[in-house]
């Protein structure tokens, strides 16, 4: 299998769609789905990969945007959490609340979800991926282990020197760093870290440096 990982960062919060296939031409999948489903699909179109699965790490908007677009382009499933649908089913809201209008971009819903839960093993294009839910962010928060090749799809929970933040609805900051180090810490320092914004990290990396982990290693 020659892996394919590509990071698409896009909409006005630079959000990460990370594209995984099995080689140009391949079945892939897709983590997040930002508002802006022209520029992942250009990337799509471009890598040739027909995508079987889109996951959602959490219900914002910056992350689910694209989803019912990308969706109804490529006829796969899309998951999340059901402690999200608070925000997942209410994408305008969100806009509203969050940034006080609406920026442009796509904000369709799919048809439906599917539903994603702890522990829970998905196989998508013959990648395993372990659900690991991680509350704080948001409640229904997920990060997405793929221990085959060593990497986490860390969302919004961890960034490359930073957290997630935890003061809009739902958010929790006890309840994030209670996830960071039963679902995060535990693994190993040469896991590699694929966040929802920025640039990737390893835990090592972040274990060793990043601020908001000094109190809990
Ligand atoms: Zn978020
Ligand atoms: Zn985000």
């Known amino acids: 299998m020659s892996l394919l990982i590509r990071q698409i960062p896009?909409?006005?919060?630079?959000?990460?769609?990370?594209?995984?296939?099995?080689?140009p031409g391949g079945k892939g999948f897709v983590v997040d789905a930002p508002p802006d489903p022209e520029a992942v699909g250009?990337?799509?179109?471009?890598?040739?990969?027909?995508?079987?699965?889109?996951?959602?790490?959490?219900?914002?908007?910056?992350?689910?945007?694209?989803?019912?677009?990308?969706?109804?382009?490529?006829?796969?499933?899309?998951?999340?959490?059901?402690?999200?649908?608070?925000?997942?089913?209410?994408?305008?809201?969100?806009?509203?609340r969050i940034f006080g209008m609406t920026p442009p971009g796509e904000y369709d819903l799919p048809d439906q979800f599917e539903h994603l839960e702890?522990?829970?093993?998905?196989?998508?294009?013959?990648?395993?991926?372990?659900?690991?839910?991680?509350?704080?962010?948001?409640?229904g928060h997920c990060c997405f282990y793929w221990e085959d090749?060593?990497?986490?799809?860390?969302?919004?929970?961890l960034f490359a020197g930073s957290v997630?933040?935890?003061?809009?609805?739902g958010g929790s900051?006890?309840?994030?760093?209670?996830?960071?180090?039963?679902?995060v810490l535990t693994l190993e320092d040469d896991v590699r870290v694929l966040p929802g914004h920025g640039p990737d990290t390893s835990i090592g990396r972040e274990r060793q440096f990043n601020p908001f982990l000094q109190n809990l290693v």
């Open 10 to 23: 896009v909409w006005v919060t630079e959000t990460n769609a990370w594209v995984v296939a099995d080689g």
């Open 149 to 157: 090749e060593g990497i986490l799809f860390s969302g919004d929970q």
């Open 42 to 96: 250009r990337h799509l179109a471009e890598l040739d990969v027909a995508v079987v699965g889109i996951l959602l790490t959490h219900g914002h908007i910056d992350h689910t945007g694209g989803a019912g677009r990308l969706s109804a382009r490529t006829g796969a499933k899309t998951y999340v959490h059901p402690d999200d649908d608070f925000l997942t089913l209410h994408p305008i809201e969100q806009l509203e």
């Open 164 to 169: 997630g933040r935890t003061d809009l609805p």
């Open 118 to 139: 702890h522990g829970q093993r998905l196989d998508l294009a013959g990648v395993e991926l372990e659900v690991r839910l991680t509350p704080g962010h948001t409640p």
């Open 173 to 183: 900051y006890e309840d994030l760093m209670s996830s960071m180090k039963s679902q």
